[in-house]
């Protein structure tokens, strides 16, 4: 029975390692697959973030105190990349789920429920997939956008130790989430609608673009309950010294909460949906 399953260490650690470098190897040894994924944020970099010139609109000193006084920063491209960390972060995490969809599409699924393996580390696996392959990336995104200007003078080694913390609370509640619809789907075209469907308004309803205070009262109510919201909080306090609307604790706080909160539903389905 599945509720019976036992866990024994260290052999559940290496089974969720060498699960997770199955999928990891995919990836690595495709170097395409990397660039492709990088596309689309560097495109919100280079066209938006760069075309979205701010900076000329609001020009001098009156201009850069505008600037400050509504994103926290004289820069726009600088507020905009830290939001790109996190939509790579999140876009990747997304994709955690297709990959049960494909396993149990070509038989691996069934192959490794007739094993001994716990469910709970299928999950653990695909989710540590999808944490690993979306801080690099995230990494990847923060070179190239220094590269085209953002501003560092704020970026210490401790920034970037809370940026990532925070980008890996991220990944491992939304990999978990998207597992988790993912756990009795068959059929990947309905599970690339769901991440469709989800992405952009999970962005937009966000402070990625925008700050929540400027926006309406609604969309503010929903930017305050997403994740989304509180990585790049976290990230733009860190990396560009712009101040949150709470204490950065209480931030990550909300980001483990929402991480552990996930992670466990997800794996305490899989025992019930998680089937050949």
Same mark, same amino acid.
């Given at each position: ?28 040894? =495709?170097? %395409? ?24 609109? /609001? %020009? ?6 505008i600037l400050t006084r509504i ?8 507020? @905009? ?65 220094? %590269? ?20 890996? @609370? ?7 989430? /998207? ?16 991440? =469709? ?11 990625? /673009? ?15 309950? =997403? ?30 909460? /929402? ?18």
């Amino acid at each position: 029975m599945a509720a019976k399953e036992k866990v024994r260490f260290p052999s559940f650690l290496r089974t969720i390692v060498s699960l997770s470098n199955r999928d990891l190897k995919k990836w690595y040894l =495709n170097p %395409a697959l990397l660039v492709i994924s990088l596309i689309q944020p560097i495109i919100w970099l280079t066209l938006f973030g760069k075309a979205f010139n701010l900076g000329s609109l /609001f %020009a001098g000193n009156a201009g850069s105190a505008i600037l400050t006084r509504i994103f926290g920063t004289s820069s726009y491209f600088s507020f @905009l990349a830290i939001g790109m960390l996190a939509f790579i972060t999140v876009s990747t995490s997304m994709m955690g789920g297709m990959s049960i969809v494909w396993d149990r599409r070509f038989g691996f699924i069934d192959k490794i429920l007739s094993t001994p393996v716990s469910r709970a580390a299928i999950i653990i696996g695909k989710i540590a997939n999808s944490i690993v392959r979306a801080l690099i990336q995230a990494g990847v995104v923060l070179i190239i956008a220094v %590269a085209l200007g953002m501003t560092v003078s704020y970026i210490t080694l401790s920034g970037l130790i809370t940026t990532f913390g925070a980008l890996f @609370l991220l990944s491992f509640g939304m990999s978990s989430l /998207f597992i988790l619809l993912a756990l009795r789907s068959r059929d990947w075209q309905s599970q690339m609608m769901i991440i =469709n469907l989800l992405m952009l308004p999970l962005l937009f309803a966000s402070n990625a /673009f925008f700050p929540v205070a400027e926006m309406p009262s609604w969309l503010q109510a929903i930017a305050n309950v =997403n994740p989304i919201s509180y990585a790049i909080s976290i990230g733009r306090n860190a990396m560009l010294g712009i101040p949150t609307s709470s204490s950065i604790y209480l931030q990550m706080g909300y980001l483990g909460a /929402f991480a552990v909160g996930m992670g466990i539903i997800s794996i305490v389905l899989s025992w019930k949906l998680l089937k050949g």
